[in-house]
């Protein structure tokens, strides 16, 4: 290297030396910078205040456990994506992640534009005044096609609104082993002793156990509500306002008596079930390790697609009676639109384009659900596959019957009260009475906190 | 040109006003210095001080789920303070996190003191050893909820299988084992940390000092127990109060294999502000449940680094 080049090279350098101080100065400078970029976003988020504005049409789809349904349901939201020009992304979210996740898309001001949702999470957005009014597309759907009647009666609120509209409607049914229960010599059984005395003589544990039904804290264990209600314990007046459960004693002893006996002497339910999660019921029955569960149907819609030979072995029948009455409740599954979303109109007619005979036709193909509209009710699937729904779609009580549907029943639903009353006895060995009080002080709580809200 | 110099100058100006006209150099040195904490304090602010402090501020407010608060004063703590299931839950939690981190402790020096040793496949064996640590908990705790379930699980077929039972054993669903089996799984996670931080306060023990001891005709023991454990007493104290605090915050494990049952059997403080929360929407409830851990971890976080401080001065 020529000394010229050295110079050359000793020059640049000094050139570009900074000082300790004009060092820190730039250091500073470039650190407010970067604090000013960092927190832009956050002061941005803070100071909207509202809702996630935007030209994208966000959609909560249920994830079934049914790949080709989703598929089915994905595809046909992308095709009025594309023939409308709206971008649309969506979401599908397993249904016990919905827990969590409504919650905080309420609190964080992020809900979709439009939601598929069933009634304990239509109950909290609806008390909360977070629904669009979707009249208009349910007159449109009821004047080309339609609603069946329970539908009708399930779908106009007490004010006049319609903030959902109906896809589907659902039930829950007792699905059984019906090889081995004819094995043992038993048929379907006609009350809830019947079922657990059948499940008790045909069980073989422990091979397989009488009574698949999670007792939990997840809303499967939410289906002994029904017993309870079969064995005449209320929770609410006719009014849905002032908790009566206080007043149901001698029928919610009974009740916890057949509960507790079937769970400690007959010992039908498996050993883990205080603690399954929401996969629980239909993972026993799908392995075939349960006699009975409660299902809305989508064990059978998963032996279709993956186990037919277990699907022949099963049977779907109604739900037991009690001493007091039977209830076979009817819901539906909805969809809602954010009240404050830019795009209420679009997800309207969306929602509209949703209802065309020949989609329907391939939805049911797949759906573990029961018709929505008239026309609906004469689809071959519905004679070839579980009929049933169809019948109690036209015959079932509506849901929660005989409470009355509101915020507070729902609360009792999602705080589990009767569930933990089992588990307050089975789990904890706490007394029957004890337990009943403490269900008792519950509802009496949730009932209190709702009145005027 | 002359516009262009006029019209930058007066801005150099004022940013040397800012660090240097009428101060001293050490005043200089203290704007400057703020300058560059800046950042820092703001990211703070934004992430932490706001989050923060709008907990504290719900927790004196009956706040729900998508509904607005009012001021409710210290109910939600008396409340709180009143009801036997946030009493179960602190219990539990302490339970939780003495037992769990005793175990991740031993079994943490265990492992260090194995993998410390020089044999064949060591290196092998120490990776081999944090595979518990690095797996996802979300994996790591479906795993154990998969080994525990009574009708599909590995150890209820192994305890069949080998005549040890007849009826599976329902690990998860007992209120006096429940706490256990879920502690149980949380040290087999864990205790890789402990054992990874130990392993590393031990290559700083100087080996003349064992080797010393064993010429004076020191035990194992007593050289355990008068060289290594006071050479990891800085390291030992560090782990404990890390692994204390994450102990005592664990909610993943609870929440994937029991959700706090069965009925409340393992239930902890950060699974009753979770159900507080989200699942009862009382949002000012499930804040005081948290502010009013705070002063039990503080007063931990106090003793212990009172004792690393006590440490160094000896």
Redesign the interface.
């Known amino acids: 290297m020529t000394d010229d080049r050295v110079r050359a090279l000793l020059q640049e350098a000094s050139r570009l030396r900074y000082s300790r ?1 004009q060092l ?2 730039r ?2 400078a470039l ?2 910078a ?3 970029i ?2 832009a976003p ?2 941005n988020v803070s100071a909207r205040r509202g809702s996630v504005q935007s030209d994208t049409l966000t959609f909560w789809l249920y994830r079934s456990r049914l790949d080709e349904f989703d598929e089915t349901r994905r595809e046909r939201i992308k095709a009025w994506g594309e023939s409308s020009g709206v971008e649309v992304n969506i979401v599908d979210i397993a249904t016990s992640d919905y ?2 996740k409504i ?2 898309a ?2 964080s001001n992020t809900l979709p534009d439009v939601l598929e949702l069933t009634e304990e999470w239509f109950q ?2 609806l008390s ?1 005044g ?1 629904l669009a009014d979707l009249t208009d597309v349910y007159n449109t759907v009821d004047a080309e096609l339609g609603w069946t009647p329970i539908v009708k009666q399930l779908s106009v609120e007490a004010d006049g609104t319609i903030p959902r509209v109906a896809i589907a409607t659902t039930s829950t049914y007792l699905v059984a082993r019906d090889d081995i229960l004819s094995e043992a010599g038993f048929g379907p059984p006609s009350t809830y002793a019947e079922m657990f005395d059948f499940g008790a003589q045909a069980q073989d ?2 091979n397989t156990f009488g009574m698949g039904t999670a007792l ?3 809303s499967d264990a939410n289906n002994w509500i029904m017993s309870a209600q079969a064995y005449g314990v209320r929770f609410a007046d006719d009014t849905g306002e002032a908790a009566v459960l206080g007043d149901h004693k001698d029928e919610a002893i009974d009740w916890l008596n057949l509960m507790v006996d079937a769970y400690e002497e007959k010992r039908v339910f ?6 399954w ?1 929401q996969t629980g019921d239909n ?2 029955f799908q ?1 075939e ?1 349960t006699i009975f569960t409660f299902n809305p149907l989508s064990v059978p819609a998963w032996l279709k697609e993956n186990k037919p030979d277990l699907l022949e072995k099963t049977g779907i029948h109604l739900l037991p009676a009690g001493p007091v009455t039977s209830v076979q409740p009817v819901g539906t599954v909805a969809l809602a639109v954010r009240k404050d979303s830019p795009l209420v109109a679009e997800a309207s007619d969306l929602i509209h384009f949703l209802f065309d005979l020949d989609y329907r036709r391939e939805f049911f193909q797949y759906a573990q659900w029961g018709p929505a509209t008239v026309p609906e009710n004469d689809f071959p699937i519905f004679e070839e596959f579980m009929p049933v729904r169809v019948e109690v779609a036209d015959a079932g009580t509506p849901r929660d019957f005989p409470e009355v549907t509101n915020s507070a029943f729902n ?1 009792v639903k ?2 589990f009260v009767v569930p ?1 009353m089992i ?2 006895v089975v ?3 706490m007394s029957r009475e004890d337990s009943f009080n403490e269900a008792v002080q519950a509802v009496q709580d949730i009932y209190e906190s709702h009145a005027g809200a | 040109m002359g516009t262009s110099i006029s019209t930058i100058r007066p801005k150099r100006r004022r940013l040397s006003f800012l660090l240097t006209e009428g101060r001293t150099l050490r005043q200089q040195e203290a704007v400057l210095g703020w300058l560059l904490l800046t950042p820092v304090l703001l990211i703070i602010a934004v992430l932490l001080i706001w989050p923060f402090s709008s907990a504290i501020w719900i927790s004196f407010t009956d706040k729900a789920v998508g509904r607005d608060g009012n001021w409710v004063g210290v109910s939600n703590y008396s409340h709180l303070i009143s009801s036997p299931r946030f009493r179960l839950a602190l219990q539990n939690s302490l339970t939780f996190t003495v037992v769990g981190v005793f175990f991740k402790y031993l079994l943490g020096m265990l492992m260090a003191l194995a993998l410390n040793q020089a044999f064949r496949g060591r290196n092998l064996m120490r990776a081999f050893f944090l595979i518990p640590w690095i797996l996802p908990g979300f994996v790591a705790y479906m795993t154990w909820r998969w080994l525990y379930d009574p009708l599909q699980g590995m150890l209820n077929h192994a305890l069949i299988d080998l005549g040890i039972v007849d009826y599976p054993f329902a690990f998860l669903s007992s209120s006096d084992n429940a706490l256990w089996w879920v502690t149980l799984a949380h040290v087999w996670r864990s205790f890789p940390f402990f054992g990874l931080a130990f392993l590393a306060g031990m290559q700083n023990i100087p080996q003349d000092q064992y080797e010393a001891a064993a010429m004076d005709g020191a035990s194992v023991w007593q050289r355990f127990r008068d060289i290594t454990l006071p050479g990891l007493r800085h390291v030992s104290l560090v782990v404990i109060l890390l692994g204390t605090i994450w102990t005592f915050n664990a909610f993943e494990p609870v929440y994937l294999l029991t959700q706090g049952g069965p009925s409340d059997a393992t239930l902890v403080y950060t699974m009753l502000a979770f159900d507080l929360g989200l699942v009862r929407f009382n949002l000012g409830q499930a804040s005081a449940v948290s502010v009013l851990m705070l002063p039990l971890l503080g007063l931990f976080i106090v003793i212990l680094t009172t004792l690393m401080n006590r440490g160094d001065e000896e």
């Open positions: 101080r820190l100065r250091a500073s650190g407010i970067s604090a000013a960092c927190a956050a002061l827990g969590t919650p905080a309420i609190e909290l957005l909360r977070l544990p422990p939990s804290n997840t498996p050993p883990g079930v205080l603690t999660d993972d026993a392995s390790r609360e999602t705080t933990r588990q307050r789990s904890d060995g």
